[in-house]
């Protein structure tokens, strides 16, 4: 397992999941851990992130020097120049910044680079301001850009460097030098897999559980079924799942989550229909946050009276929270103050229940979730969802919500839905939907005129929801979904393709 010690810089989760992705377990922990901490986690290999600072700067980032003798150890980047600081070695800021795509030469193609040639030129992803000046004593160069160094490493001990950031997409041969320290270097075992994640949860869930009963809230998306399901692979009948028909669901939602989490499963399902509490709470509301909070109140307390009942005897809540929500992250500016995002959002229990939490995502990202669960036999319909804001499709009917504009944008989203998956394009999209707006415009239907709404698409590509583009379709997709919606879907004769980024725009229109 490699243990990665966070110098703050944004791309030291891909460093985690590039990790991952060669099957080797890992985990982000700040740098101020002691070194008896260390030792006691047991790294087969250690990695120093990049990061913003500079090595001479009041409260850097820092490690110790004895921590280059507890498990082999790679530098990337902030890493690299850390390694060189505590060496021996001279790291100077200003004069050679390179940021973007840079051409690294490879002088040494044995250790990161085996597998390279002797003097190959290879494209990397560099952001630095910093450089090395001059290794360390007792290091050799083993990597330059111009007259920059861009690697090195310790001539007997297994302590490596590089400058670019291996970990990102745009160099072209970076996973490969990461697994040539981790199996090269490290001669870690590739076992992490999903498999093997499963048995040992539900060996855990077994042990803390014991013959007592869990519940859990599901909502449909990725996360809450893969926890349940995982949870329900250990424990059986002792958990017991709710999930909340908010009137606000897409076409057939609480049917599919029935099927398949009830009776696909067989797991304890508890549906609570509280379609009409909703819509008649929103009657007459069109100020979307007001909307989002009246939904976040309302689900509170249906949530807290169907738990009260199947939640009687039980001593643990089931949460899908994910590795991004729990890492202790460094923040970039606040040098390594190690704070800890909570994500425990139990809020809406009644106060006197008292219960223990199960995560058992708690480790893992998207990617590594959506495995977990077709490994435990979700079908890809469910694992491979786009995510789903908590409000539902009340943020996508514009201003007021009512049930005739909920069954044109359902009928319209769910063809929408139906074309993009039949061209194959549902995976390389983050999120697609329709939106409803609530104007009507002129068209001319056989040989009438007609006055209706307007339905709009949204489709973006993100990698978290924080930044996205717009979806480039294939005209003819779009064309085709344009057509269907408005002949199939009476109230419609007018669809429009949302073509703004965010920023400036947000994914969700309300
Ligand atoms: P925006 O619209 O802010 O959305 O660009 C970013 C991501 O968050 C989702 N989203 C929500 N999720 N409750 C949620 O659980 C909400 O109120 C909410 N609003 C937006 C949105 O679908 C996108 O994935």
Redesign the pocket.
Known sequence: RILILDCGSQFTQLIARRVREARVYSEIHPPTQSLEWIRAWNPTGIVLSGGPSSVTDEGAPTVSRELLDIAPVLGVCYGMQLIAHLEGGAVVGGGRREYGRAEVVVDEPSGLFAGFDQGERTTVWMSHGDHVEQVPPGYVATAHSGSTCAGFRHEQKPIYAIQFHSEVHHTVRGAEIIQNFLFGVCHCTPDWTPGHFIDQEVAKIRALVGDRQVICGLSGGVDSSVAAALVHKAIGDQLTCIFVDTGLLRLHEREQVERTMGQHLGMKLITVRAEDRFLTALAGVGEPERK?KIIGEHFIRVFESASEEAGKNAAFLVQGTLYPDVIESVSAKGGPSATIKTHHNVGGLPKDMKFGLIEPLRELFKDEVRNVGRELGLPEEMVGRH?????GLA?RVLGEVSPYALDILRRADAIYLEEIRAAGLYPEI??AFAVFLPVRSVGVMGDGRTYEHVIALRAVTSTD??T?DWYAFPHDVLGRISNRIINEVDGVNRVVYDISS?PPA???WE
Not at 387 to 391: E, L, R, T
């Open positions: 989002r995510p789903f804001p908590g409000p943020i983050w999120q929801g924080m996205a965010k947000t994914i969700e």
